[in-house]
Nanobody
């Protein structure tokens, strides 16, 4: 069974930092693009950042200059370093993988369970 396991969420004061991690576990041979989405109460889920298997990155305008996405292909893990956090960053953050080649074949659009990030004083 293939799954995405997230960690690193929590409560932080405005201006603080958090680092999210997401590891794809199971019999995986390759992974395409990995990314982070977030969903605040009453709002639609939105893309925060994503990164291709080759390392090209893309960010939402609201997080540019504050968040950094990276990945360790050997560990099947994607990270999101979040600095200068603001109350409006409060949301459930979801890890996403667009495509994985696994022992059971191709898997598309795989999501993690979500991790809560709360920015508040």
């Amino acid at each position: 069974q293939v799954q995405l396991v997230e960690s690193g969420g929590g409560l932080v004061q405005p201006g603080g930092s958090l680092r999210l991690s997401c590891t794809a576990s199971g019999s995986i041979f390759s992974i395409g693009s990995m990314g982070w989405y977030r969903q605040a109460p009453g709002k639609q889920r939105e893309l925060v950042a994503d990164i291709t298997s080759g390392g090209s990155t893309n960010y939402a305008d609201s997080v540019k200059g504050r968040f950094t996405i990276s990945r360790d292909n050997a560990k099947n893990t994607v990270y999101l370093q979040m600095n200068s956090l603001k109350p409006e960053d409060t949301a459930v953050y979801y890890c996403y993988v667009d495509r994985m080649t696994t022992n059971w074949g191709l898997l598309y659009d795989t999501w993690g369970q979500g991790t809560q990030v709360t920015v508040s004083s």
